[in-house]
């Protein structure tokens, strides 16, 4: 791939690595309670945010070039500017629904630094004028909420939350508020109508979020990662954070790593390494003796690399340039003896679980989807199934109020695109089972039949050799 | 629900309808007009207020109240349903609207016990659902336990794990299940051992040695 603008760092003891913004030390004992956050210089951000005026402050998150870490990878600083100025109820809604398949790194930044957090969301609220905070969870998250409730209560206690702010002048309530269980509450207008208490149905943009939003009033919505990230932004300022990473993708990000691979978990990286340093660097790689056979780099959404694709710098706008996305940074990695047809299934039938059923693409896109899949397995396609189904790909992409039919398209589509031979062939193998009895042969009757015998998952799954 | 019973080629057995009396009016606000109030536990009224003075809409307040409903009744039926409109002054289908969308709220009566086994793509890359279906065997006929499929519980990096009452355990093996129910059964902490709570994060830059760690939870074998 092209260069990698950023020298690869494989010596993972911690003197080599990128600065630590996120998970420095997070597993100190009692870091998501107050006393030792404050001890760690928690909270001096917010201070010094008050200082300044809020117009500064915005400069300053401009200059970051901090991207979301949620998904889309809008510029956080633009976004704020989007709110319109003067005194209006405007909301601050913090993202903390993380659903996407393959993340879980809001999971272990609210859990074990929850202050980081509401520090965040202080210094947003003051900079964008806000005066009402909500932190909207998914209620699979227990724990988390525990926790996040017993920080807020907290801050609220030392005035770093309330009527005056640091005696600032400056207002800010915040509530927790719990989902339960829907990833489509993850889509911001979706999340906004599941907060007004409706089923969590997304709405036509525009009017984006930003102008009329929660209770139609602005609203500015961003991801934990990227809320969490503000104090450090604050405390080391702008520009020298925009020396992290590459131009475009500035900072750490911190990945969630998992699959097939030894080591899996949470990695702050600095934005621009090679994902090779990732998957096979720090997560380890695929257990011994298998290779990398397709990975999603940024959640199950994102349209599939294989393992011939590590060497693409890890950062937005290389990603975007393979066609693909970084996404949620959630790197999921299957390995060579992965039927690719059971990934496609699978990822296939969460977005015909998920999906909200308003808009006709993405409702009957993703059940179509899954019942061609389903076909391909049970023997009853032909090889025009899949040009089919890579057009209903293409006529969901674009069509609908939200992405999470283009969530599943993407993938589904690269599938096809990239392990066609593969899928052809797992086709004409059911296809040759299915006819030799009607329900099933053996395959050592396969294998007398000239067919080359390959179980799901029981070997080494690549192109069948006629 | 109840499935609504079909025709082989998909269409509608006639009288699907009967069980709704489409004769009545539709429900009204229960205690307002006249119309019955029902006798609502005093915790969960009390839950269901505070709840509703944090949000400039009060009817913000609709997915933690049929929450708390449900921790009450064990599901949300049309008695909970309709203690949540009294209290908040709605109507119960516009909550049994909300309840029908939400995973984690049960339309039908339920195990006391959650197990939520995630069989998502990482999980089942690491054989989830092998898991769940001897999860399931397991519990058998046993109507305590309310086990079942769910999408990402965003714990990939414990795959293949379950949600046990909101308890995240993992990485789970057949050996655990005896020892997972065991637990449940006799209202002890599941498996504490492999709770994700006690989990240190994966990388090793990240913890230096400015503070003792935690005792050895540390590493994990292979995927």
């Not at chain 1, 019942?371 to 090889?383: H, K, N, Q, S, V």
């Not at chain 2, 009545?24 to 969960?44: C, H, M, Q, R, Y």
């Not at chain 2, 289908?93 to 339309?107: N, Q």
Request: glycine fraction near 10%; aromatic fraction near 6%.
């Amino acid at each position: 791939m092209a260069r990698a603008a950023k020298t690869a760092t494989t010596d993972s003891t911690r003197a080599g690595g990128p600065p630590m913004l996120l998970l420095r030390d997070i597993d100190e004992p009692g870091l998501n309670t107050l006393p030792v956050y404050e001890r760690r210089g928690g909270y001096k951000s917010l201070r010094k945010a008050l200082a300044m005026t809020p117009q500064q402050l915005l400069e300053q998150l401009k200059a970051s070039g901090l991207r979301g870490r949620g998904g889309a990878g809008f510029a956080m600083g633009t976004k704020v500017s989007f709110l319109p100025q003067g005194d209006m109820d405007k909301y601050l809604v913090c993202n903390a629904d993380e659903s996407e398949p393959g993340t879980f790194k809001d999971r272990e930044l609210m859990q074990k630094t929850p202050h980081a957090l509401i520090e965040g969301i202080a210094i947003a609220a003051y900079a964008a004028g806000i005066t009402q905070a909500f932190i909207y969870i998914r209620g699979e998250y227990v724990l988390q909420a525990d926790v996040l409730d017993a920080a807020v209560r907290e801050a609220r206690e030392a005035g770093y939350v309330g009527e005056n702010v640091l005696g600032s002048g400056h207002r800010l309530s915040l509530v927790v508020h719990r989902g339960a269980g829907a990833y489509i509450c993850g889509e911001e207008t979706g999340l906004l109508d599941s907060l007004e208490g409706k089923r969590g149905n997304p709405r036509l943009k525009p009017p984006f979020p930003a102008i009329q939003g929660l209770y139609q009033g602005p609203t500015l919505i961003n991801n934990v990662e990227t809320l969490a990230t503000v104090p450090s932004i604050v405390a080391m300022g702008g520009a020298e954070y925009a020396k992290l990473g590459v131009a475009t993708s500035t900072g750490t990000k911190v990945v969630s790593i998992s699959g097939h691979v030894q080591k899996p978990g949470n990695y702050e990286i600095e934005l621009g390494i090679p994902s090779r340093e990732i998957v096979h660097g720090l997560a380890g790689g695929p257990p011994d003796g298998r290779k990398v056979k397709c990975w999603f780099p940024g959640g199950s959404s994102s349209p599939v690399l294989t393992g011939d694709d590590l060497d693409i710098p890890y950062d937005f706008d290389s990603l975007a340039k393979a066609g693909t996305m970084l996404g949620s940074g959630a790197i999921i990695v299957a390995d060579d003896q992965t039927p690719i047809l059971d990934v496609a299934l699978k990822v296939a039938k969460f977005y015909r679980h998920e999906s909200c059923g308003k808009c006709t693409p993405c409702r009957e896109g993703t059940n179509w989807t899954v019942e061609m899949l389903e076909r391909i397995d049970a023997g009853e396609a032909t090889p025009m199934d899949l040009d089919i189904m890579a057009s209903v790909q293409e006529h969901i992409i674009g069509n609908c109020l939200c992405v999470l039919g283009d969530a599943m398209a993407m993938p589904i589509g690269s599938i096809v695109a990239k392990f066609r031979p593969e899928l052809e062939a797992h086709m004409e193998r059911a296809r040759l089972r299915r006819g030799l009895n009607g329900a099933g042969a053996s395959d050592a009757a396969l294998a007398a039949q000239g067919v080359v015998a390959a179980g799901a998952g029981t070997g080494p799954y690549p192109e069948a050799h006629h | 629900m109840s499935a609504i019973p079909r025709y082989a080629h998909g269409s509608r057995v006639p009288g699907w309808d009967m069980p709704a009396d489409l004769d009545k009016d539709p429900a009204t606000i229960p205690g307002v007009g006249g119309s019955p109030s029902p006798e609502v536990p005093e915790g969960l009224r009390k839950e269901i207020e505070e709840r509703m003075a944090l949000y400039p809409d009060p009817r913000s307040a609709i997915l933690p109240a049929l929450e708390a409903a449900q921790r009450v009744h064990g599901w949300c039926s049309p008695d909970a349903l309709e203690q949540v409109a009294c209290v908040m002054r709605l109507t119960p289908a516009e909550l049994a609207a909300v309840a029908t969308f939400y995973d984690m709220l049960e339309t039908t009566p339920v195990g006391r016990h959650s197990v939520y086994v995630c069989t998502n793509i990482s999980c089942s890359l690491c054989g989830a659902d092998e898991l769940h279906a001897a999860i399931r065997d397991a519990a058998g006929d046993d109507d305590e336990f309310n086990v079942r499929p769910f999408e990402c519980l965003g714990a990939c990096d414990i795959a293949p794990m379950a949600s046990v009452d909101g308890v995240y355990v993992g990485p789970l093996t057949a050996d655990d299940i005896p020892q997972l129910l065991d637990d449940i059964r006799a209202g002890r902490p599941v498996l504490p051992d492999k709770q994700l709570a006690r989990r240190l994060v994966a990388d090793p830059r990240a913890n230096g040695s400015e503070f003792p760690l935690h005792p050895a939870e540390h590493e994990r074998g292979g995927a």
